[in-house]
């Protein structure tokens, strides 16, 4: 949302007023949310995600002890390249957290994957086995999803492995 207030500022489809006032409801929500984020993953015993977390904390807290957080109206047309670059890199640096989650997730769940394509396949299914909606046979091609599928048929979310063997 923050880069789409900024180009639609910079393409003069807003007013600087309205895009600083967007963009300022929404930085101490996301700051919070860092926090809270490291905070839960040092607490659950994510070492590694932690550690990569806190760099972008530090960054979070030295903009938000700076008083540097919040976008000035009257400066924000001199400072709209820079602050688009850096929306950008948090964009990217969080997309990269979210991927090392998920891989992090398949991992955690027991699999033993060859390569790329299987681990990127394997989340897929997984993320869609999860929602219990869909059943294919690739599901029973991924030594991941058997045993994600076997280790979590007592929880009841997701249909016993034997149901869906028989499927195939």
């Given at each position: 949302m923050q880069l789409m207030c900024l180009a639609d500022l910079e393409f003069d489809y807003i007013n600087p007023y309205d895009s600083a006032s967007r963009i300022n409801k929404v930085v101490l929500p996301e700051f919070i949310t860092a926090g809270v984020l490291c905070f839960l993953f040092l607490v659950t015993g994510h070492w590694v995600m932690s550690v990569f977390c806190v760099p972008y904390l530090y960054y979070v807290v030295r903009l938000y002890l700076g008083r540097q957080?919040?976008?000035?109206?009257?400066?924000?047309?001199?400072?709209?390249?820079w602050e688009k670059k850096q929306r950008l890199f948090k964009l990217g640096y969080i997309i990269l957290l979210l991927f090392m989650c998920l891989f992090w997730e398949v991992a955690d769940s027991g699999c033993k994957l060859n390569s790329i394509k299987?681990?990127?396949?394997c989340v897929l299914l997984l993320e869609i086995g999860k929602q219990g909606s869909v059943r294919t046979p690739l599901h029973l091609e991924f030594s991941c999803c058997k045993t994600f599928y076997g280790a979590n048929k007592e929880h009841g979310r997701i249909a016993p492995l034997a149901e869906a063997e028989a499927e195939a």
């Amino acid at each position: 949302m923050q880069l789409m207030c900024l180009a639609d500022l910079e393409f003069d489809y807003i007013n600087p007023y309205d895009s600083a006032s967007r963009i300022n409801k929404v930085v101490l929500p996301e700051f919070i949310t860092a926090g809270v984020l490291c905070f839960l993953f040092l607490v659950t015993g994510h070492w590694v995600m932690s550690v990569f977390c806190v760099p972008y904390l530090y960054y979070v807290v030295r903009l938000y002890l700076g008083r540097q957080h919040l976008i000035d109206v009257t400066e924000i047309f001199n400072l709209l390249n820079w602050e688009k670059k850096q929306r950008l890199f948090k964009l990217g640096y969080i997309i990269l957290l979210l991927f090392m989650c998920l891989f992090w997730e398949v991992a955690d769940s027991g699999c033993k994957l060859n390569s790329i394509k299987d681990t990127m396949m394997c989340v897929l299914l997984l993320e869609i086995g999860k929602q219990g909606s869909v059943r294919t046979p690739l599901h029973l091609e991924f030594s991941c999803c058997k045993t994600f599928y076997g280790a979590n048929k007592e929880h009841g979310r997701i249909a016993p492995l034997a149901e869906a063997e028989a499927e195939a």
